[in-house]
Nanobody, 119 residues
Framework: QVQLVESGGGLVQPGGSLRLSCAASGSMFSIVAMGWYRQAPGKQREWVAIITSGGSTNYADSVKGRFAISRDNAQNTVYLQMNSLKPEDTAVYYC?????????????WGQGTQVTVSA
């Protein structure tokens, strides 16, 4: 089992920045990737960014060039630096961990943190 706890959300003006954190604990072996997703009101959850165990990163087109995902292996923490925020970035942001054990994939989710971009 992997436990994920997000923090860092809040209210920010358009053009502002926030940094989200995701602290992971529990059985951290065989985590192949961690990522961020978001869900806006009335919309489906969508993928935002991912970082693999090898350090490769990838981003949704909507956030590319504005968001950056990183990790601190010593702290078992993944970050999402969000710059140039837009009102359409408003959503609940969720941390995800993908664990691969004996060929079977296990998904873990945090409780989410609210990000609101508004003047």
């Amino acid at each position: 089992q992997v436990q994920l706890v997000e923090s860092g959300g809040g209210l920010v003006q358009p053009g502002g920045s926030l940094r989200l954190s995701c602290a992971a604990s529990g059985s951290m072996f065989s985590i192949v990737a961690m990522g961020w997703y978001r869900q806006a009101p009335g919309k489906q959850r969508e993928w935002v960014a991912i970082i693999t165990s090898g350090g490769s990163t990838n981003y949704a087109d909507s956030v590319k060039g504005r968001f950056a995902i990183s990790r601190d292996n010593a702290q078992n923490t993944v970050y999402l630096q969000m710059n140039s925020l837009k009102p359409e970035d408003t959503a609940v942001y969720y941390c995800n961990a993908d664990q691969l054990i004996f060929g079977r994939s296990y998904d873990y989710w945090g409780q989410g943190t609210q990000v609101t971009v508004s003047a």
